[in-house]
């Protein structure tokens, strides 16, 4: 992670984009992951049914490594976007696309698209996956900026016909508890795999990749292995401008298995694994109170309960990321 620049002293061409922290799914059962080039760091993650778990979080830090892409100095105007004093991107300040890793900065609006949410009142618990810690000590939830869509595409092979509809409905429930606006972005062919780059130039254009929703199986997700009912990972990134840590993209994994169960309350019963995932993507952690959604085993809660909602609520609350 990068350190906020100095905005009064640093000169502008020396201020460039954080490498993404890539944050990604994996197991509860103790697995070995080779330390180079990243280190690893394990958190607490998830579980849908007893007998059907969801993955374990595994937090990737970029250690430092190049891999082949080095990043620019870019000139930014004082909200750190590339711009011209009319707000014109000026794409020729950067290497090609296929030569970064990261998207042209600072493409959202100036202020949140919509109002920031109240955090109900609660005495239901909730907890975030990751966490920076403000001047004051307290901690600060790592989310992704309200002042541009979390977009997501579909993929739907092996999926339901109604697939796209089911995960459009859950994302309207995630964006009227959170404030975010979460974007339909159609579908896609991008296969299920971890992890997943954060910027796909020749696929998704110029941006941050969308969100990838879609079955798999642990054929194609080794990470699905072992009862493991569904894997949601994220990655997060350093806006140098003000040092804060947001989340730019990510992915959610549903196993082929969920198909093959009953309905639940009325609707399918890979919905609340669909919603937990969508949880933890936009940055929910697991709770201990078996009584909501987000605890690792479900109990039978196929909706959002109260600590949820009000987790969701706090997680829409966060700054917006200009230079990213």
Known sequence: MTTAPDLATEPLADRTPARPDHVWPHHVRPI??????????RVRSAAVRPGLRTA???????????????????????LGTVADATGVHLPGRLPAPEDR???????????????????????????????????????????????RPLTYVVDPASAPPDFAERVRAVAHEVEAASGL???????????????????????????????????????ATPALAGGVAGVAGQTMSTDPTTGTRHLVSGAVFLDTELLSWP???GEPAYLGTLRHEFGHLVGLGHVDDP????????????????????????????????GL
């Open 181 to 219: 606006v979460l974007a339909d972005d159609g579908t896609t062919t991008e296969p299920a795999t971890l992890p997943r780059a954060a910027f796909q130039h020749a696929r998704y254009g110029d941006r941050w990749a969308p969100v990838l929703v879609r079955f798999a199986d642990e054929t």
């Open 32 to 41: 070995h992951i080779r330390p180079d080039p990243v280190r690893s760091t």
């Open 101 to 147: 890793d990261f998207p042209t900065p600072g493409v959202e609006a100036p202020a949140r698209l919509l109002a920031a949410p109240l955090v109900p009142s609660s005495d239901a618990t909730f907890a975030f996956n990751h966490t920076d810690t403000a001047p004051d000590g307290a901690a600060i939830p790592v989310s992704w900026s309200p002042c």
């Open 291 to 322: 009584t909501q959604l987000m605890h690792p085993v479900n109990q039978g809660q196929g909706a959002f309960q109260a600590g949820d909602l009000a987790g969701l609520a706090a997680l829409g609350r966060g700054p917006c990321a200009p």
């Open 263 to 265: 309905d639940h309350d």
């Open 56 to 78: 374990l979080s595994l937090v990737l830090v970029a250690a430092g490594v190049a891999q082949g892409v080095s990043h620019p100095q870019v000139v930014r105007d004082a």
